[in-house]
């Protein structure tokens, strides 16, 4: 199994390297390839652990006897890789319809290998980050994804794609200073950068350690004071806003909270209510923040920040001694993946059949567009958490989690309230604009709708499928 998740880290970082080598003309077909490649690599992970179950770290790198990175085979590593490549997969074959002259929106002649070649740098660094076993892998792969998205998200060079790129490089750089800050702390007084070193420090020094992981998560994960990137970042190739809110740039934070907690053994109390205030207070913020809101994709940028905050709120509550919440949170983080990359490759498909994403402009997308149609109903049900999509259950194994915690503890009780509160707020405006774009006659945007690609077609019906069955791969995993 170290092979395979090996493969997962290394062949796309070849494949990148490759792209940018080899004729133009091919750079397509070969960012898909290799992106296939990572994602068999991910997926015979899965099998392998799935058929043992065997949980272990395996050291590749030591020097003096410190080790400074190694491989963590476990269910959250195995899940979490899984989504990575193949979100990945699913976003460079969409990109071969997308990249191109033909796109309403931004018309594509150039920088189609400078766009693969980081795509495929994000995937690999990506998985990287998600099996390592150390806090300095976690450190270098963080920043590798910060390089990536800030060359992605400036993709089209204007004065606006530049600035926004600039707001994420400096922003997440910052919040990457906390993460430098715990592991400096970690090797000074443990003299290990393993993760599980966290569980040799005492309740002080976890606070102290926690304190630079919280910054480093929630800068990387846009949660409240460091979210400004992310709505900024709408200016970048859909395909990359699909991957950076779905399966990469974003979850790097959580995932580091989860795997820091799950590592450390007894996390302070004062972590877990921190963790949770601050997640509810970002949740509401991104929901009012839906309501000026005409460019789809910048709906749904507020409404990833939100869907974060739930992930966070369900760490922050394992804390509390929640399995169920723990749990709730690895779903989430799986399932969000693929609602949201779904709902952001239907705005991409938008646009580029209509040139626009101005939510007021479009209207009968069914009936002019039937997969694109049913591709926001599957995205927008699962978000909002609507059975038998995938993200009803994780965000019902949430819930019930907090006020389990909450029957014990009055602080959490009342930030259960407005959680359920926001839920309700958030299924209500989401489904209005459901309603409102893709019923009905078809609006003049969606009329004089040019034909979607069929690279587009197929990889939304790909993760239709998977809004109805990720859940399902989890439990396989979870049971």
Known sequence: MVWFALGSILLPILGSVLVLLIPERHVKKAGQFFSFLAFICGLLLWIGFAENRDSFTRDLL????????????DTLSVLVNLMVVFIGWL??????????????????????????????LFIGSMSGLVLSSTLLGLLFFFEMTGLCSWNLIGFYG???????ALWAIILTHFAALGLYVATAFVYINTGSFSISALGNLNET?????????????????????????????????????????????????????????LEAGAVPQVIGEVGAIM????????????????????LLAYST??????????????????ELAFNGAVSHIFNHAFAKGLFFLVAGALAYTTGTRRLSMLRG????????????????MSIVGSPPFSGFFSKFMIILAGFQVGWHQPLILVLMVVTLVESVGSFIWILRWMGVNVFGSPSEAIAGASPTPVSIQVVVGVLILMTLVSQYIVFLLLS
């Open 62 to 73: 030591t020097i003096g006897g410190i080790n400074l990175f190694g491989i963590t085979i």
């Open 205 to 261: 020094e976890k606070i102290i350690a926690f304190g630079g992981i919280l910054l480093a998560s929630w800068g990387k994960s846009a949660q409240l004071p460091l979210h400004p990137w992310l709505p900024r970042a709408m200016v970048a190739p859909t395909p990359v806003s699909a991957y950076l809110h779905a399966a990469s740039m974003v979850k790097v934070g959580v995932y580091i909270f989860a795997r820091t907690v």
């Open 365 to 380: 997308i069914l009936s002019k567009l039937p997969v694109i149609g049913v591709g926001y109903i599957a995205a927008a």
């Open 279 to 298: 997640a509810v207070l970002t949740m509401v913020y991104g929901f009012i923040m839906y309501f000026p809101q005409d460019d789809m994709k910048k």
């Open 305 to 322: 920040i939100a869907q974060l905050s739930y992930i966070f709120l369900a760490i922050s509550l394992s804390i509390y001694g929640s």
């Open 158 to 164: 204007d004065q606006k794609s530049r600035n926004s």
């Open 91 to 120: 976003i460079c074959t969409y990109s071969v319809g997308y990249m191109n002259a033909g796109n309403r929106e931004h018309p594509v002649t150039e920088g189609i290998p400078r766009f693969y070649s980081f795509m495929l």
